[in-house]
């Protein structure tokens, strides 16, 4: 199956569950639009969204299709394990509800169970250039500065601006996170 056969699937599969009244009380089918087409393999990451594919492009952003990396089957399932974990946590985290702190805590603590196996399963795709997303809460609030140090080795993270937004790395680790504007370094040179 070709890559344009794919997506035009994709799109007519989008447009039958928008138009179902009761679509989101079924499986959201992935837009043609999620998926990545850049077509000189830049360098992926393990980045968990609501969808079931984790793996993205770190210059658009959008989904890669599985088929392009010929993943093995034990990745597929080490990808999908984590993936269902690191998803249930992040939706708790968006639900804003009683479960929020303790959520945002996991996904902003390096060594909780959640990030150490993300850490691992992006490790297990490197042939890729596989980095792994780390966590930073939604909108930026005084109170969280965005992050400046790799949040594994303490080492100052590095721009990566091949992408649709900047973004931060660390190339020994291979941890990847959004630049937010608000620096903790700015702030104070504010006041
Ligand atoms: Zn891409
Ligand atoms: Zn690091």
Same mark, same amino acid.
């Given at each position: 199956?070709?890559? !344009?056969?794919? +997506?035009?699937? !994709?799109?007519?599969?989008? #447009?039958?569950?928008?138009?179902?009244?009761?679509?989101?009380?079924?499986?959201?089918?992935?837009?043609?639009?999620? $998926?990545?087409?850049?077509? %000189?393999?830049?360098?992926?990451?393990?980045?968990?969204?609501? /969808?079931?594919?984790?793996?993205?492009?770190?210059?658009?952003?959008?989904?890669?299709?599985?088929?392009?990396l010929?993943?093995?089957? +034990?990745?597929?399932?080490?990808?999908? =394990?984590?993936?269902?974990?690191? /998803?249930?946590?992040?939706?708790l985290?968006? %639900?804003? /509800?009683?479960?929020?702190?303790?959520? &945002? !805590? @996991? $996904?902003? %603590?390096?060594n =909780?169970?959640?990030? #150490?196996? /993300?850490?691992?399963?992006?490790? $297990?795709?490197?042939?890729? &250039?596989?980095?792994?997303?780390?966590?930073?809460? *939604?909108? *930026?609030?005084?109170? *969280?500065?965005?992050?400046?140090?790799?949040?594994?080795?303490? &080492? #100052?993270?590095?721009?990566?601006?091949?992408?649709?937004?900047p @973004?931060?790395?660390?190339?020994?680790?291979w941890?990847?996170?959004?630049?937010?504007?608000?620096?903790?370094?700015?702030?104070?040179?504010?006041?």
């Open positions: 199956m070709s890559e !344009a056969s794919i +997506r035009n699937d !994709a799109g007519d599969r989008f #447009r039958l569950w928008l138009d179902d009244p009761y679509h989101r009380l079924k499986p959201y089918p992935g837009s043609p639009d999620d $998926l990545c087409t850049c077509s %000189d393999e830049p360098p992926i990451k393990l980045m968990s969204t609501l /969808g079931e594919n984790p793996i993205h492009c770190m210059r658009c952003n959008r989904e890669v299709p599985p088929e392009r010929r993943l093995e089957t +034990r990745e597929v399932d080490a990808v999908a =394990s984590w993936q269902s974990v690191q /998803g249930a946590i992040e939706m985290e968006l %639900d804003s /509800g009683p479960y929020e702190l303790w959520a &945002r !805590a @996991q $996904l902003m %603590d390096p =909780s169970p959640t990030n #150490r196996r /993300g850490l691992e399963v992006s490790g $297990l795709l490197r042939a890729h &250039r596989c980095y792994f997303w780390f966590f930073q809460p *939604i909108g *930026i609030d005084e109170d *969280i500065p965005g992050l400046t140090n790799c949040p594994v080795c303490d &080492r #100052r993270l590095v721009r990566y601006d091949d992408g649709i937004f @973004q931060l790395i660390c190339e020994d680790d941890v990847v996170t959004e630049f937010r504007e608000l620096m903790p370094d700015l702030d104070d040179n504010e006041e």
